[in-house]
């Protein structure tokens, strides 16, 4: 089955279209952020706190995103969700300077609750619509959406955030929101509705205990979070800021370097989802970790960079897809809601912790080459940690 087979669907396709839209936007004002703050003086702690407000609010959240999405109607769950981020991005424009930063952290931690209760909401939504081979398509199909906005909006964000400021981008993004609600008005979803009975404290108590029973599920869980190694927002902010603005302005090198990054996550799948599997997963593993090393090696000179992080991003997706895959298979339909929201929750600490660590450490004295050595290494053990639970919990060998 073909990504084109499965955009067939008509509501897969209308999502997609509708996630196009909005993660385009959402990447697009990232470079605003970021430069904005550069621009106003941050230092490291502060670049690293901005980048973590955008992750923190799957952490702190979890519980009551999952109870929400399996109660609310997705559709009506969904504008309301793209109404709020239209707001909080709107407010960025009356931020403009450090002594207000707290206000536009307040502002990020909003937006990206919305954006965070969104992706779970649908990636539980997706197992109810399809399943097998167009599930698995479905999941890399949004994984490769995401990263192609990552790419163009990296890119397109930090040209436009140069030549026209940063109020004018935040602007085109909430308009770009607003695109995504009008689509929205057209989806028909048909599904069987699963009615709770339970109190929400019931609700929650009975998914935790759920998860805390599925041993395989967890595992799986604490896999899936080592794609947060690769949240780099903060290092390449720091990169952008120490290393290369004699040569490039801030905003275009941030733009550039997650978009050639983005382009890499964008290519991968095309070559190697294919092959990917549970007999083998632990070599992309171990291939992700060398591809971080090249990049550490590589990241003093720019051009040279570009191409590291081309190479980093060529594994990712696929390591993020197939992971999320192997959950989606493992959980009960009633529960898939609060799962997929403690999944995100335990994934975006695995951010947060990468965010924290690399602000931290450059702050302490630890060079940036040491600390991108550092996060490539951690994959070196998830390699080890795989094998360990491939030989105790699946049958292949």
């Known amino acids: 089955m073909t990504y084109l087979d499965t955009l067939k669907h008509p509501v897969i396709r209308r999502l997609s279209l509708i996630q196009f839209i909005s993660y385009f936007g959402t990447w697009f004002s990232q470079v605003a952020i970021f430069s904005m703050i550069v621009s106003f003086g941050a230092d490291e702690i502060t670049i690293a706190l901005t980048a973590t407000m955008a992750m923190l609010p799957a952490v702190v959240l979890a519980p009551i995103i999952g109870l929400v999405i399996d109660r609310i109607d997705f559709k009506k769950l969904m504008g ?3 109404v709020i981020e239209i707001s909080m991005t709107l407010g960025f424009i009356f931020i403009n300077s450090l002594e207000y930063v707290w206000v536009l952290m307040i502002l990020i931690f909003i ?3 919305s954006a965070s209760m969104l992706f779970s909401a649908e990636m539980a939504l997706f197992p109810k619509l399809v399943s097998g081979a167009m599930l ?7 994984s490769v959406i995401w990263s192609v906005c990552y790419a163009l909006g990296m890119a397109v964000g930090g040209v436009v955030t140069y030549y026209i400021g940063f109020d004018l981008a935040f602007s085109i993004d909430a308009m770009l929101y607003t695109i995504a ?19 929400n404290f019931e609700m929650l108590k009975s998914g935790f205990a759920y998860i805390i029973s599925q041993k395989k599920i967890l595992h799986l869980i604490l896999l899936h979070a080592s794609i947060g190694l ?4 903060a290092l390449i902010t720091l990169l952008a800021d120490f290393q290369y603005k004699e040569l490039i302005a801030v905003p275009l090198a941030i ?3 997650n978009a050639t990054r983005a382009l890499g996550l964008m290519i ?8 990917v599997s549970k007999h083998n997963l632990h070599y992309f593993f171990i291939l992700q970790g060398f591809a971080i090393i090249l990049w550490s090696f590589l990241e003093y000179h720019f051009y040279f960079a570009l191409v590291g992080l081309f190479i980093t991003g060529f594994f990712i997706t696929t390591l993020w897809s197939y992971t999320y895959l192997l959950i989606q298979e493992e959980t009960e339909s009633k529960f ?12 975006m600490l695995s951010n947060v912790a990468t965010a924290l660590f690399i602000g931290y450490a450059s702050k302490w004295g630890m060079s940036l080459q040491g600390i991108t050595l550092t996060l490539g290494s951690g994959f070196f053990v998830y390699a080890a940690y795989y094998l360990w639970f491939k030989k105790s919990y699946l049958d292949v060998h």
Do not use: A, Q
């Open 80 to 82: 309301i969700l793209l």
């Open 111 to 113: 937006r990206s609750s």
């Open 136 to 142: 698995k398509n479905t999941n890399e199909i949004h």
């Open 181 to 199: 609600v009008l689509l929205l008005i057209g989806l028909h979803i048909s599904i069987e509705t699963i009615t709770h009975t339970e109190s």
């Open 230 to 233: 690769t949240s780099f927002d």
């Open 255 to 257: 733009g550039w370097m």
């Open 268 to 275: 991968g799948p095309f070559f190697i989802s294919n092959i």
């Open 336 to 347: 898939m809601g609060r799962v997929i929201s403690y999944n995100d929750m335990i994934f």
